[in-house]
């Protein structure tokens, strides 16, 4: 994962799909984010798609500004959350399992 900065001072991330597919899980830990531009929810749900390609389960752990932003773009709880890293932790753990299980 990459974190740009543009011209305009806006950060953005960009996903790098060989790293996705290098690890078990991830926390996308942005609880200390004030801005997020509306292009952020496109970027998350790219994230969302490489990591499911790759068969990673991931979180996002996000501060009340990125909730609210996700509540309004994502009104349909696509994107895993947490509430904190453990909790996050938690969840891929627990999705870990049952793939494991299934397979």
């Given at each position: 994962?990459?974190?740009e900065s543009d011209s305009s001072s806006q950060i953005g991330l960009r996903p790098s799909p060989r790293k996705v597919?290098?690890?078990f899980g991830l926390i996308l830990d942005l609880s200390g984010v004030d801005f997020l531009c509306a292009r952020g929810i496109s970027v998350l749900n790219t994230l969302d798609n490489d990591c499911r390609t790759a068969g990673?389960?991931?979180?996002?752990?996000?501060s009340?500004?990125?909730?609210r932003l996700l509540r309004i773009g994502d009104p349909s709880d696509a994107l895993p959350t947490a509430s904190s890293e453990r909790q996050g932790l938690n969840a891929i753990?627990?999705?870990?399992?049952a793939s494991l299980a299934a397979s």
């Open positions: 994962m990459a974190i597919r290098e690890t990673t389960h991931w979180a996002i752990v996000g009340p500004f990125v909730r753990d627990a999705k870990r399992q």
